[in-house]
């Protein structure tokens, strides 16, 4: 069965630098959830998206940003990168609400 | 806010026992969802159980099931016959049913699996 797919899987950027995380969400569904991860920690619900609107929105900085297109894939965009945001990135999406989550393997980037 | 709560921060069994997970949880709601998630070392999340709170039989998957006590607010993770495999990372996790499927995770408990 079809999966969530993240890319890239790896990322690495120095400081103030920008960073693009990509989520293509399982066919035929149409929310999109993203979590940041920091080392040893839970994760942090960021941001998601219902059929291409903002749904909800969590402990997202404003040097963040984030979309969901007509195909339904998501883009997160972080801009002026901090050493912080050292982290791994899943994306989870579902089929409408109240139906488990699918998460993807996760972005992880380093900022150095 | 809702919050949940892994008091155990660590846990290991030996092969082939059993062994039981603790969360708790705080929320006003009636109506939400409970769930398990397995992070192996991989790092992949892997959702091991879901509880609806309104159904009171416990859910069970293979050799994973839950003992939901929603007066407690109380939902433990028993693994039984434990193999290799199931040494990760657990975190229990809720959401809300009247605000979509957004997760709140607990700060996850390590299971370690001695051969």
């Known amino acids: 069965a079809a999966g969530v797919i993240q890319s890239p899987r790896h990322l690495i950027k120095e400081k103030r630098e920008t960073a693009t995380l990509k989520c293509y969400p399982i066919?035929?569904?149409?929310?999109v959830y993203w979590y940041q991860q920091g080392p040893g920690q839970d994760p942090q619900f960021l941001i998601s998206?219902?059929?291409?609107?903002?749904?909800d929105k969590g402990s997202i900085p404003d040097r963040f940003s984030a979309q969901q297109f007509s195909d339904y894939h998501s883009e997160l965009n972080m801009s002026s990168l901090e050493l912080g945001d050292s982290a791994l990135y899943f994306c989870?999406?579902?089929?409408?609400?109240?139906?488990?989550?699918?998460f993807g393997n996760g972005t992880r980037l380093t900022v150095t | 806010a809702q919050t949940v709560t892994q008091s155990q921060p660590e846990m290991s069994v030996q092969e082939a026992e059993t062994v039981t997970l603790s969360c708790t949880y705080d929320t006003s709601e009636s109506d939400y969802y409970l769930f398990w998630y397995k992070q192996p070392p991989s790092r992949q999340m892997i959702l091991v159980i879901r509880?609806?709170?309104?159904?009171?039989q416990n859910a069970t998957e293979n050799r994973f099931s839950v003992n939901f006590q929603k007066a407690a607010k109380s939902f433990s993770l028993k693994i039984s016959d434990s193999q290799l495999g199931d040494a990760a990372m657990y975190f229990c996790?809720?959401?809300?049913?009247?605000?979509?499927?957004?997760?709140?995770f607990g700060t996850g408990t390590r299971l370690a699996v001695r051969p």
């Open positions: 066919p035929r569904h149409d929310t």
């Open positions: 998206f219902y059929e291409k609107m903002q749904s």
């Open positions: 989870a999406s579902s089929f409408s609400y109240n139906s488990p989550l699918h």
């Open positions: 509880q609806e709170a309104y159904k009171q």
């Open positions: 996790a809720y959401s809300q049913k009247s605000s979509g499927d957004k997760l709140t």
